[in-house]
């Protein structure tokens, strides 16, 4: 081992490490003086710390060399203010048991991850983050890279408050040979998007879900779909509503287009960008990525958070404060993620609940941050060829659950009987593919006639009932709910037990979805409870009341 005069070890006879920065799963970073340039740089050191892993993984060393390689071409490739520079790369000599190191920047202004830490960000500092972050992602999607792991472990910050986006180790370069193994989820469980979930990968459309929800992070100071276990993440992703958010102001409504589980009805890079610098046209603040530091938020920015009562179900144009810049499309269908949903709990139970397992620094400090303190507990031009951006429709996912039970909720016994009727008056039947009861609104799968084996998506609000479009196919293996003969009054029973039995004592989210069984397609009704900071779960019951299992999240 070559060390330093100082006696540190030295690195390709040149880069002398001073100390770690952070550690993951596969990999350290470390800080390191290059003697040649007498700079500081970071040293991204591609290994597994622990030997164990190697020796359970023979095959992991290889791979792990491979997408270092890749992880700096990608990066070179990216000359661009808000992606990490890469000044080197060390490769080992050819049949040798050594690892590539990785020379990159430093940056000293922490992660986000550990800025989050403290607490949420002000608005307006949000809205730069998303410019900056945005425009990283633009400039990687323009070169046909998707960098499908975008967190804020994986956001650095300089000390002028712009950010960096770094980590492209578990980027998909179009090209390049894949290098995953079969049926492991490549990604952080709270940021991947819903459709990578069930396996579908080469969208631009998964890095701007992942920056949404980033952005809904650093706005709102909670995760909405972070639960128990990285499973019950993956389950919440693929399928529970997202909280309104309340402290987001402007930044609200771009939330609410950007956060659907369909990825067509996603804005595209540059109409997303667009959104943003509307938000902060309405906040009166710059909307330039390089725009100065912002002033710190208080009451006086965007006023205070509405109380439970007020806060709005997070639904794309349900009447907020603040106009988005582009017109908001008619709501329109969930996609059905039964199927795939089974398939990712197969697939996690298959690769032992792996999530994650390539990434480099899966849940601590990004490479190239010199941040200290441990780390909590969690377009417009051509695009290449292999990568696939998203085209907005006129369509949205839909809308989701009501902040709390509320004055006149629908979640009664009365009141979901009357809604059951409205929809037969308009559509003829009581029997549905499935149907969600939220506090102010009802949607539900209705087929399009009988016999039918397509459906459309029904809305029931303010007493009208709205055909939202084309839903999907009706299961052939999964009968029709004849939601008549559903034992509602059972409801309040099932609500008051949740809530004991899940012990969320103020829950900020409450609906009941009747459906076929996740595991069996027999009728079931299932009612959710969830607090502000994400505990909570479901009763599993058949349409009659009877508790079969109670859930906790």
């Not at 879900?209 to 709102?220: D, I, K, P, Q, R």
């Not at 988005?324 to 697939?347: D, E, F, M």
């Not at 010199?370 to 429709?393: C, E, L, N, V």
């Not at 029709?480 to 829950?507: H, N």
Request: aromatic content about 4%; hydrophobic content about 40%.
């Amino acid at each position: 081992m070559e060390m330093s005069e100082a006696g540190r070890r030295l690195i390709d006879g040149r880069f002398e490490l001073i100390g770690p920065l952070g550690a993951g799963g596969m990999g350290t970073v470390w800080r390191a003086r290059d003697i040649a340039l007498h700079r500081e740089v970071a040293l991204k050191e591609v290994r597994p710390p622990d030997p164990a892993t190697a020796a359970a993984l023979p095959e992991l060393p290889v791979q792990l060399r491979e997408r270092a390689i890749r992880e700096a071409r990608a990066l070179a490739r990216l000359a661009h203010p808000n992606v990490v520079t890469i000044h080197h790369i060390v490769e080992p000599a050819p049949g040798t048991d050594g690892h590539p190191w990785i020379v990159m920047e430093l940056l000293k202004g922490g992660s986000l991850h550990d800025r989050l830490a403290a607490g949420p960000m002000p608005l307006p500092e949000v809205l730069r983050l998303g410019l900056d972050v945005l425009s990283a992602l633009r400039a990687a999607h323009e070169e046909g890279i998707l960098h499908r792991d975008v967190k804020p472990a994986n956001v650095l910050l300089r000390p002028d408050g712009s950010a960096v986006l770094t980590d492209f180790g578990i980027a998909a370069l179009h090209g390049a040979t894949a290098l995953t193994s079969t049926g492991v989820l490549i990604g952080s469980p709270e940021y991947i998007a819903p459709e990578r979930c069930r396996g579908e990968e080469g969208l631009t459309a998964s890095d701007l879900w992942s920056l949404g929800m980033l952005l809904y992070v650093a706005a709102e100071g909670t995760h909405p779909l972070r639960r128990a276990t990285s499973l019950a993440t993956v389950v919440a992703v693929l399928d529970e509503p997202i909280p309104a958010p309340v402290r987001s102001g402007p930044l609200g409504p771009v939330l609410e287009r950007l956060l659907v589980r369909d990825p067509a009805a996603r804005p595209d890079g540059a109409e997303l960008e667009a959104l943003l610098r509307g938000a902060s046209a309405a906040l009166g603040t710059p909307g330039a990525a390089g725009a100065a530091a912002a002033p710190a938020a208080g009451a006086g920015l965007y006023g205070p958070p509405p109380t439970v009562s007020d806060a709005r179900p997070f639904t794309p144009g349900g009447g907020s404060p603040y106009a988005a810049t582009a017109p908001v499309p008619p709501a329109s269908a969930r996609p059905r993620t039964r199927t795939a949903l089974i398939g990712a709990l197969l697939a996690l139970a298959l690769t032992g609940g792996v999530v994650g397992l390539v990434q480099a620094l899966p849940d601590g400090r990004s490479s190239g941050s010199d941040a200290k303190g441990a780390a909590p507990a969690t377009p417009a031009a051509a695009t290449p060829a292999g990568i696939t951006p998203s085209t907005p429709r006129a369509a949205t996912p839909k809308p989701q659950g009501s902040a709390a039970a509320a004055k006149g909720s629908l979640l009664a016994p009365d009141k979901v009987r009357t809604v059951v009727e409205a929809f037969k008056q308009k559509t003829g039947t009581t029997a549905f593919v499935e149907m969600t009861v939220y506090e102010g609104y009802v949607l539900a799968s209705i087929p399009t006639a009988p016999g039918a084996d397509t459906f459309d998506r029904y809305e029931y609000r303010d007493g009208q009932v709205t055909n939202d479009g084309p839903g999907g196919t009706v299961k052939k293996d999964e009968p029709l709910i004849d939601m008549a003969t559903v034992k509602w009054d059972a409801l309040p029973g099932l609500l008051e037990r949740a809530q004991q039995e899940l012990g969320v004592d103020k829950p900020t989210s409450r609906y009941v979805i009747v459906e076929p069984w996740l595991f069996d397609a027999t009728a079931s009704m299932r009612p959710y409870l969830t607090d502000e900071y994400g505990r909570g779960g479901y009763v599993y019951a058949d349409t009659q009341g009877n508790v079969k299992k109670v859930y906790r999240s």
